[in-house]
């Protein structure tokens, strides 16, 4: 994976590649609707890996599905989805998301969309990936507003999923579910511990030494912006030629002229 | 039986004031044509079951003030950002939320669609949601061993509205992989639906379209209507209209805005 010299690469692409090293092996990874860097690293862990997952990407024609809206969650219910991202206006260090509100649900002072699938999917989707861009006490609390999943669940509760770790702009976190917390697994790099220390509002465990989070290495980014970029820009057309400078044939396009 | 109406507002003369209105998510075919002759009407205080999100429809109708209770899983306008009037009339109290989420609500309606008073889902026990959600219930499972299960009642809406590719004039309608869109008109008492265009020979005949139709039996009316879910997308037909929904993010973004938004595109019946 290591590449002799050491390429420029964009935030993003980092992002995708710590991602896809923690999807592993799978057999289908789905990614919810407007999340294009978990996109690709499900795209990129399909064309690198040797599983050669099934990808999902909700709200796109790149799914298999054909019993409407409620397959996925049918799909997952049934042990059939490996992988999925989450992310809040608010995570605690709990594992706690909340997606409806901040203040008190009678009267908050901001509102956020809505659960979407969270408050069934944390709960039986084996390998939850946390992904949050903005790493600040705004975001990473110390405990959420409203719970709309929580991060871990009594023992009685039948709980097959939950998260595995949660990803920042700054850093990477892994999640121990037995004490529901999380713990520094690496900085990114131009980031550091302090930094992360002072922008993080719940507490977490770190070793002695944080190493860093290894840049994409050559093989990686050639995969991502030659491979994967042309698939994205499928779905996601401005942030493939944001991020990996793709201009290829819109998808709408191709609508408008059918 | 299914009938092909004269005109898009004698379709949905049956949604009146008050209203459980069901309506899918963006990707399925959204009457927005319809929706929009509904603010026309001004109709008033309506129950919006959006199966399972919104987006433009939801925020539209808050706005125009045609909603009294919302329940569904999420309202933004997607990857245009949050949906202002949605968030405006939160903050205000200006509607009655009821948060769900995704697979809650499709239970909801598949226990209505079969007739029994409820549907268990695994999930949700720990989440706000069911404390918010006074009619949602925590029971132990009577095959299990301390094994706590949530129980959702059926949800049987008044009206299901939606837009679909094709109709025949029998009034079955195709309705292609959009699986919910059969299991609304299941659970609700009359479906309304408008379609691009009538297909001359019957879908139920036809082997390649049969297993994506909702037979006419279940249709209370159709109406023709081209583009009708324009400015949102239609499966296989067309794509969303970014820059018009570009353009409503912006203007919505004030209550001002929204008045010209309604009077440039609502008031005004857009020229197909």
């Known amino acids: 994976m290591k590449s002799a010299q050491p390429e420029e690469f964009r935030d993003e692409e980092l992002l995708a590649d710590v991602i896809c090293r923690l999807i592993g092996d799978a057999r289908h990874i789905a990614v919810g609707n407007a999340s294009p860097i978990p996109a690709t690293a499900a795209l990129l862990a399909r064309e690198s890996g040797a599983s050669k997952p099934y990808v999902s990407l909700l709200g796109s024609a790149h799914t298999f599905f054909t019993d409407g809206a409620r397959e996925l969650f049918d799909c997952a219910g049934q042990g059939r989805v490996d992988v999925f991202f989450l992310s809040g206006g608010q995570i605690d260090g709990e594992g706690n998301i909340n997606l409806v509100n901040i203040g008190d649900y009678e009267k908050p002072k901001v509102r956020f969309p809505g659960s979407f699938g969270s408050a069934y999917l944390y709960y039986v989707v084996p390998r939850v990936i946390l992904f949050r861009v903005e790493h600040s006490r705004r975001t990473l609390v110390p405990k959420v507003d409203f719970i709309s999943a929580p991060g871990g669940s009594p023992g009685n509760v039948d709980r097959p999923g939950g998260p595995i770790a949660l990803i920042t702009n700054r850093c990477l976190f892994d ?50 912006r030659g491979v994967v970029a042309p698939m994205l820009a499928e779905v996601y057309p401005e942030f493939a030629r944001r991020v990996f400078g793709y201009v290829g044939t819109r998808r709408g396009d191709r609508d408008a002229a059918s | 039986m299914a009938r092909i109406t004269r005109s898009l507002e004698e379709a949905i003369a049956p949604i ?89 609500l499709h239970a909801q309606f598949q226990a209505a669609e079969k007739g029994v008073p409820f549907m268990p889902l695994r999930g949700l026990i720990g989440s706000d949601l069911l404390t918010q959600r006074t009619d949602w219930k925590v029971v132990d499972n009577p095959f299990g061993d301390n094994d706590p299960i949530v129980l959702l009642p059926a949800l049987k809406p008044d009206v299901a509205l939606f837009h679909a590719p094709l109709a025949d004039r029998d009034g079955n309608v195709y309705i292609g992989k959009e699986r919910e869109l059969v299991t609304m008109a299941h659970a609700a008492q009359r479906t309304i639906v408008t379609v691009e265009e009538v297909h001359d020979t019957n879908l139920l005949r036809d082997p390649l379209f049969v297993a994506g139709t909702l037979p006419g039996f279940y249709v209370e009316a159709v109406a023709v209507e081209r583009c009708g879910a324009w400015p949102l997308p239609l499966p296989d037909r067309y794509g969303i209209d970014a820059a018009h929904i570009a353009e409503y993010a912006r203007l919505a973004a004030t209550p001002e805005g929204f008045a010209q938004y309604l009077d440039r595109y609502v008031y005004e019946k857009r020229a197909a």
């Open chain 1, 175 to 224: 999640f121990d579910r037995a004490r529901r917390r999380f713990r520094l697994v690496s900085v990114h790099p131009g980031h550091s511990v302090e930094e992360i220390i002072e922008h993080t509002g719940f507490a977490f465990d770190k070793p002695a030494q944080v190493p860093l989070t290894p840049a994409p290495s050559a093989d990686t980014l050639r995969l991502m």
């Open chain 2, 16 to 104: 009146g004031d008050g209203c459980m209105l069901a309506v899918p998510r963006e990707t399925s075919g959204v009457a927005m044509a319809a929706t929009r002759a509904l603010v026309r009407r001004g109709i008033k205080r309506l129950h919006l079951v959006a199966l399972p999100t919104s987006t433009l429809q939801a925020d539209l109708l808050i706005g125009a003030g045609c909603i009294g209770t919302l329940e569904t899983s999420a309202v933004s306008l997607g990857e245009f950002g949050p949906a202002p009037r949605f968030t405006a009339a939160i903050l205000d109290g200006a509607i009655r939320m009821r948060d769900a989420t995704c697979p809650a």
